[in-house]
Structure formats: structure tokens, C-alpha cells
């Protein structure tokens, strides 16, 4: 993709707007708690090490918060070697899992959603751990091979369909004053937040300039149960969706929060200035 030089913003509307990266998250493992980061690599796939590690079930599905919203308690972090996970209930007395990746292990074939892909089996001990914490038979898996992008052209690993998911700081704050009981970013699970851009403005944005890096805005994320799950406590409630879906229903889901697909490639900093590059033409769609 070329990406356009300054003063010459080609396909879309005359960019418009500023501003400043304030959240870099990164999700080690699918559906476990996000970490954050002061800063991260952009690779094809994400932040370097995002949805590396997946479980499924006997027959290779995915597994997340949607089946268990538990897994929320889930506290991983991973070095590159290394994957530790701690389960944040003080209920239940169980030491951290300390796992080193396993790169040779057997291939199984896996599903995300309907998307097929690839996973190493990462041992009986990890299974073992993850089943007793779930009270359900399930395997851990380290991603493996390549899986496009539903749209975009990009690659993904683990994740539902791309490797970002950008959203505005603003966007939160107008959602918090429709809330009896304002929530936190966590409940959306975003890989970058950006402040400066307005109440949705991530709508209006095609390419975004992340200090460094390039970023296209390919997908309105539709939203799901996991954003009634609280992320500290793994209790489901009726909030956002109820809220959201009276005036962010668009198409055929709610939308908050934009999908996006790294173009230039480079290392994000929390602090970054954000430049939208180009927006979108008054009568693009792009799947809303």
C-alpha cells in the first residue's frame, strides 16, 4: 500500500484531526486479561506476542470468554520464552502456571470462529492446569503459520479477524456519560487507545500515523457479550451492550471501536503523536 505523503491525501476527504496515544495493550493469550505497555513493536500480526497463545476445546475450537467468562481472572504474561499465568481469584488457591513455549510440538489443527488455522500443542501439564481451572477438557495452543485478515490484506494470529483494534478515548467518555456507572477501557479490550480524535472519530478515519508506524482502519468492530464481563471480577452484567445498542447500532451489530491493519511497521510509544492521514469519503460505507 502507498501511503500518502503529507498535503497529498488521495481516495478520501482532506485529513482532519490530531492527537496522542495514550494505551498500548497487548493479549498475550486469547481472552486472559490484557497487559500494559509503555512500549511495543508493531509487527504484521499485531504487538509483538498478541493472541500467541490460544485454548480449544477436544475438537480444535476456540475457547474465550464468551464460553467461560472466568477467564477474565486469567493474568498472563509472556517474554518470548516464557508464558506465566495467574488466576486472579483469591477464592481459589492455585499457583501461577510457568510454561516455557513449546516451537515443535504437534500441530493441530484449530478453528477461530470459522477461520481454520494452526496450533502447537503446548503439552499435557498446560491442559492439565487450564481443564482443572475451567472444569472442562481443553488444550493450550502457540500459534503456528499464517492466517489472513477477513478484509485488508493483513495477517493475523489468534485473534477474531484482525490484529488491532483502535479506539478513541472520547469515544469511552460519551458512552460514560450515557452510564449510570461509568467503565473502565478494559471492557473493550483495545490494542492502541488515542486521545484527540473526539467521540468517534476513529469512525471518520481511514490511516492513521502512530508515531513511527502506519495504520489503516479497515473494520467497525461489532461488539459481543465479552463486553459485559467484568475484567477484574469475571461477573457478567447487562452493560454496555444494552446502552450501546440504543445508538450505536449500525448495520447489523453495534459498533464500537475500529480493526485495523498495520502498513508501516515500527516501535509504538505510549505518548506517540497520531496524525489522521486520510478519512473516509462522505459515502463510504467500509462495512458499517
Known sequence: MTVPARGNREGGRPAAGTGVLTELNVYPFKSGRGTSLRTA??????LRYDREFMLITPEGRFLSQRDFPRMALLRPSYDGEVLTVAFADPAVDVAPLVHKAVHDGPVREVFVHRSACQGVDQGDEAAAWFSALLDAECRLVRFT?????????GQVAFADG??????SAESLADLNARLAEPLPMNRFRPSLVIEGLGPYGEDEARLLRVGPAVIELVKPCTRCVITTTDQDTGVRGREPLRTLAAYRTIGRGIRFGQNGVPRVLGTLTVGDPVEVLETRPPDSDDGR
Open 162 to 167: 484482525y490484529p488491532l483494534l483502535v479506539l
Open 41 to 46: 513493536e508493531l509487527t504484521p500480526t499485531g
Open 145 to 153: 503459520g499464517r492466517r489472513a485478515t477477513k478484509r485488508g490484506g
